[in-house]
Each structure stands twice: as structure tokens, then as C-alpha cells.
């Protein structure tokens, strides 16, 4: 495998340099990554939502809501050019949220792995990471959603590949996908189907390396991939290699939601799901998807404590 990749390498380096010179450039400037974030939208006072907020509810400083993020990856949430300022749909939607509720929003930096500590201890107030609605996490924490947690099939850009929304439609593909996530489990079981109702199956390809997958789908030797949608919307959005051919949900076949994260029993769980709402029914949040290329991800209502994935 490790000299079958260094063959594609070679091989494609030239057509893959090629295609991102011409590679479409509006996207990219319209991306901007700057720490100003004069594109950023706002939202009025929601009213309603203030009231649901608990007369005794403690923020972790007055007049401020405190919200815990972990800087990863654009369009969710990464530094700026002046890399201090957390920008990303994460922190839009913080301060959307924080200005429905007439509170000053502040973004707490956190590590993945220290949040659950940082809500539990009154670090933050709250926390908005990307953080998927689980049954074992309702067990300590109230959610309210904010979007759909989705994984996209991107092809190239000139692919002749319009659609894939089915099991049947990833039949005798040849589809990257990454070890041991959640898209490979999805992957894995609709190949199963399509190989019982004697489809062909799908060619499982896995890379490493970022820049060998771009490599495998810009020379052809790989049909698709298929991941988490932020991230693969963003890269499409930026370089042009790639578009969007179908999504399923990361849960599948259940729904998974992301979902702003407080702490069980808090009582402020219904006041960020009024103010989602109130930003749903206003339209500023469809215009702070878009802003992201996040459209996919859209959510039509807002909902306290749905049903959670179920244990593994």
C-alpha cells in the first residue's frame, strides 16, 4: 500500500497542480479568515428567549455568556490570521446566541478532552463545539440543537457522478474513507446490502494524507470520498477540486444533531433553543450557514434533549 500511494504521487502531481491553478478563486476570497470578521451577522434581542433563561441560573461572569469552544479545524472553528481570535460558524453562532439572550458573548478556548470538565465546574456557561447528542452524554448534560451532524460523498468537480443519496448508488464505486470512523461504519453496512442484493461492492480506498486523497479524486483513481461535510464543504469551497454529491446523516440510519451543551438540570437549555428558533424563523440562520457553506447542515427546528445516539 505505502508504494501503490507513492505511485499516485508521482504520477499526479503535475495534472493535481494544474487543476488548482485553475481551480475557481471566488470562494476562497470570499472566505475571510481575518480576526475583524466584518461579515459576521447579528441578532436582535429575542425577548422570549431571555424569559426562559432561570431567575437563580449563575453565569460564570455576570452580564456575559461564557462559551466553551475547541479551535480545530475551518469552517467549524479555528484561529484567525493573527492566530488568537476564534472565528468559524461555532463562534457566529456564539455570538448570534449570546446577542438573542442581551448577553455579551465570550468565547472560552478549550481542549476537546477538557470540556465536559471545564461546563461541569462553571468554567463556561455552555458549550458550542461541535458536540453530537448522545444518550451516555444526556445522562450528565441538557442539549439543544443547532445542526444536523452530516457526512458528505464529494466527487470532482468534472465528475460525471450527479447523486448519491442511497446504497445502491455507492455500488462498484471506488470510495475514500477514513479507518474507524463513523463514515466507514455507514459505508461498511451499505455495501453489505448492496453485495447481499448481489450489487457490486464498493472499492474501499484509505489514505493517510489530505493531499493523497485530493490527489486520488483529481486523477481519477478514486471516485468519491466521503467524511464529515464541514470540513470537506470548506476544502471545496476554497480550492474547486471537489462538489458535493450526496449526505447522509453521521448517525445513520438513525438522526444525529449537534447541539449547544449545558449542564444537566441547569434550566437554560430552553432559552438557547428559543433563541435557535428565533434565529431559524428570522432567517439569519440560514444566512450564517451560507456564510460557511454549511447549507447541508440545516436544521428546521430547534429541539431540547432529542433522542440521542444510543450506546455503542
Given at each position: 500500500m505505502f508504494i501503490r500511494r507513492r505511485a499516485v504521487i508521482a504520477g499526479l502531481t503535475g495534472a493535481v497542480s494544474s487543476l488548482l491553478v485553475h481551480a475557481p478563486a471566488a470562494w476562497a476570497e470570499a472566505i475571510d479568515l481575518g480576526p475583524e470578521q466584518p461579515g459576521r451577522l447579528h441578532a436582535p434581542r429575542n425577548e422570549a428567549a431571555i424569559a426562559l433563561i432561570p431567575k437563580g441560573f449563575t453565569f460564570a461572569r455576570p452580564g456575559t455568556l461564557s462559551i466553551g469552544n475547541a479551535p480545530t479545524v475551518p469552517p467549524l472553528s479555528t484561529f484567525a490570521t493573527d492566530a488568537k481570535t476564534v472565528i468559524g460558524n461555532e463562534p457566529d453562532i456564539i455570538f448570534l446566541l449570546g446577542e438573542s439572550l442581551g448577553l455579551k458573548p465570550e468565547i472560552v478556548p478549550t481542549a476537546w478532552a477538557d470540556w465536559p470538565l471545564g461546563l461541569q465546574s462553571g468554567r463556561f456557561d455552555a458549550v458550542i463545539s461541535n458536540v453530537t447528542v448522545t444518550e451516555e452524554r444526556k445522562e450528565k448534560f441538557d442539549f439543544s440543537t443547532y445542526r444536523q451532524d452530516q457526512l458528505g460523498f464529494y466527487v470532482a468537480?468534472?465528475?460525471a457522478i450527479a447523486s448519491i443519496k442511497e446504497p445502491k448508488d455507492v455500488?462498484?464505486?471506488?470510495?475514500?474513507?477514513?479507518s474507524?470512523?463513523?463514515q466507514e461504519k455507514v459505508l461498511l453496512e451499505w455495501n453489505r446490502r448492496n453485495v447481499a442484493a448481489g450489487l457490486k461492492p464498493v472499492e474501499f480506498q484509505y489514505y493517510q494524507?489530505?493531499?493523497l486523497k485530493k490527489l486520488a479524486i483529481a486523477s481519477g483513481r478514486a471516485d468519491a470520498t466521503l467524511g464529515p461535510n464541514?470540513?470537506?464543504?470548506?476544502?471545496?469551497?476554497?480550492d474547486g477540486l471537489t462538489k458535493l454529491a450526496g449526505i447522509v446523516n453521521g448517525g445513520w440510519p438513525l438522526t444525529a444533531e449537534i447541539a449547544v451543551t449545558t449542564r444537566k438540570g441547569s434550566g437554560i437549555a430552553d432559552a438557547f433553543t428559543a433563541a435557535v428558533n428565533g434565529l431559524i424563523a428570522s432567517g439569519i440562520y440560514a444566512r450564517q450557514l451560507a456564510r460557511w457553506n454549511l447549507q447541508a447542515e440545516a436544521i428546521q427546528v430547534?429541539?431540547?434533549n432529542p433522542p440521542g445516539?444510543?450506546?455503542t
Open positions: 468537480r468534472d465528475s455500488a462498484g464505486l471506488r470510495i475514500i474513507v477514513s474507524g470512523t463513523n494524507d489530505e493531499a464541514a470540513s470537506a464543504a470548506y476544502s471545496a469551497a476554497v430547534s429541539r431540547t445516539l444510543p450506546r
